[in-house]
């Protein structure tokens, strides 16, 4: 079942369209984390579904009501803002009451409601400070219990773990996904971080210039990228380009390397196509094309090793670390893959 449906939706701040979306659903009880760099209009589809933003044109839907006119009270959603948007002169439990009243107007199950979010968020303590007297982590804690106890039918974060160290970021997104699945959720989190989105999603969205140009689980997204913004954006992929073969194959820097379904694929022979090369696919050794160390970096259990071959450059892990300037050869990964499609300035298949 669909809990949210963006039909037909256009965005524009003066004559700059920032968000064009023809058909962009979140699925009943799925964590969908939308990516895209600065500028792609993650954060104004967040303020759009949340009723921040008067829609200029198309049509939201949450679970079977048209919301696109709705109050933000109205919508059943609950929010946890980049800033997290905590008020300094209210204690923890003013903050997670804030505007719970309309919702909820018994002043006992009030308390209860809080009382029993606090708990489950490890604040209960902390419920008459101050956030000021707070770590971050704590704070933002507060933020999501201040979401959570409105019973949201969809939870909407905007990068809430930006402003956290790594350790609490990843304890942070830990969290808000133990949460999602203890209650049967619906969320939706907007970030740049892939790691955040691979960590986290059931699917993985990703924006460019306002448009989805790719939408799928992290897996299939990683494997299969569709085309090169996705591939660069979600993974330290190389893009090859290469003549595509009578064999079905493409020839790149690199050697050959076969195109699923060969020619059946679209590919025509003597056509000049793209494919996405991912580090582990690559490996050195005794064949391959020659190539010149650029810098190694270590990456925990391997080396990250910089490879110029010709004029391209490729990351290959490594077990050990190699001096820059040695000379060595990578070989071709010999798994079969899909060009990757062109896509224009607009967003749209070239």
Same mark, same amino acid.
């Given at each position: 079942?669909?809990?949210?449906?963006?039909?037909?939706?256009?965005?524009?701040?003066?004559?700059?369209?920032?968000?064009?979306?023809?058909?962009?659903?979140?699925?009943?009880?799925?964590?969908?984390?939308?990516?895209?760099?600065?500028?792609?209009?993650?954060?104004? $589809?967040?303020?759009?579904?949340?009723?921040?933003?008067?829609?200029?044109?198309?049509?939201?839907?949450?679970?079977?009501?048209?919301?696109?006119?709705?109050?933000?009270?109205?919508?059943?959603?609950?929010?946890?803002?980049?800033?997290?948007?905590?008020?300094?002169?209210?204690?923890?439990?003013?903050?997670?009451?804030?505007?719970?009243?309309?919702?909820?107007?018994?002043?006992?199950?009030?308390?209860?409601?809080?009382?029993?979010?606090?708990?489950?968020?490890?604040?209960?303590?902390?419920?008459?400070?101050?956030?000021?007297?707070?770590?971050?982590?704590?704070?933002?804690?507060?933020?999501?219990?201040?979401?959570?106890?409105?019973?949201?039918?969809?939870?909407?974060?905007?990068?809430?773990?930006?402003?956290?160290?790594?350790?609490?970021?990843?304890?942070?997104?830990?969290?808000?996904?133990?949460?999602?699945?203890?209650?049967?959720?619906?969320?939706?989190?907007?970030?740049?971080?892939?790691?955040?989105?691979?960590?986290?999603?059931?699917?993985?969205?990703?924006?460019?210039?306002?448009?989805?140009?790719?939408?799928?689980?992290?897996?299939?997204?990683?494997?299969?990228?569709?085309?090169?913004?996705?591939?660069?954006? $979600?993974?330290?992929?190389?893009?090859?380009?290469?003549?595509?073969?009578?064999?079905?194959?493409?020839?790149?820097?690199?050697?050959?390397?076969?195109?699923?379904?060969?020619?059946?694929?679209?590919?025509?022979?003597?056509?000049?196509?793209?494919?996405?090369?991912?580090?582990?696919?690559?490996?050195?050794?005794?064949?391959?094309?020659?190539?010149?160390?650029?810098?190694?970096?270590?990456?925990?259990?391997?080396?990250?090793?910089?490879?110029?071959?010709?004029?391209?450059?490729?990351?290959?892990?490594?077990?050990?670390?190699?001096?820059?300037?040695?000379?060595?050869?990578?070989?071709?990964?010999?798994?079969?893959?899909?060009?990757?499609?062109? $896509?224009?300035?607009?967003?749209?298949?070239?």
């Amino acid at each position: 079942m669909t809990a949210c449906h963006m039909e037909k939706i256009r965005h524009r701040f003066g004559d700059r369209t920032v968000l064009s979306l023809d058909d962009f659903r979140i699925e009943e009880r799925e964590f969908l984390v939308l990516v895209g760099p600065s500028g792609s209009g993650k954060t104004t $589809l967040l303020r759009l579904l949340a009723g921040l933003l008067d829609i200029q044109e198309g049509v939201i839907r949450i679970g079977d009501r048209n919301a696109s006119s709705l109050a933000p009270h109205e919508r059943e959603i609950g929010v946890v803002f980049q800033g997290l948007g905590l008020w300094p002169h209210m204690s923890v439990r003013g903050n997670i009451a804030l505007g719970l009243k309309k919702l909820v107007p018994d002043a006992a199950q009030r308390t209860q409601r809080i009382e029993e979010t606090a708990r489950e968020l490890g604040i209960y303590e902390h419920l008459g400070q101050r956030p000021g007297r707070l770590s971050g982590g704590e704070r933002q804690r507060v933020a999501i219990a201040r979401a959570l106890v409105r019973r949201p039918r969809l939870l909407l974060l905007d990068e809430p773990f930006s402003d956290l160290d790594a350790r609490l970021r990843r304890r942070a997104a830990r969290l808000v996904r133990d949460l999602h699945d203890r209650h049967n959720m619906t969320t939706l989190l907007i970030t740049h971080d892939r790691t955040d989105a691979h960590l986290l999603a059931d699917r993985i969205g990703v924006l460019r210039d306002g448009e989805l140009v790719g939408c799928a689980k992290p897996e299939s997204l990683y494997r299969e990228p569709g085309n090169r913004f996705v591939a660069e954006f $979600l993974t330290d992929a190389a893009i090859l380009a290469g003549r595509v073969t009578e064999s079905g194959a493409v020839e790149t820097v690199l050697g050959s390397i076969p195109l699923i379904d060969g020619l059946a694929e679209g590919a025509a022979a003597g056509q000049t196509v793209h494919v996405a090369v991912r580090p582990e696919e690559l490996r050195l050794g005794d064949e391959g094309a020659d190539g010149t160390v650029l810098a190694c970096e270590f990456a925990g259990e391997s080396w990250r090793c910089r490879v110029a071959v010709d004029d391209q450059e490729v990351a290959v892990l490594h077990h050990e670390s190699m001096p820059a300037g040695a000379s060595v050869r990578v070989a071709a990964p010999m798994s079969a893959r899909r060009p990757l499609q062109p $896509l224009d300035k607009s967003g749209e298949l070239a």
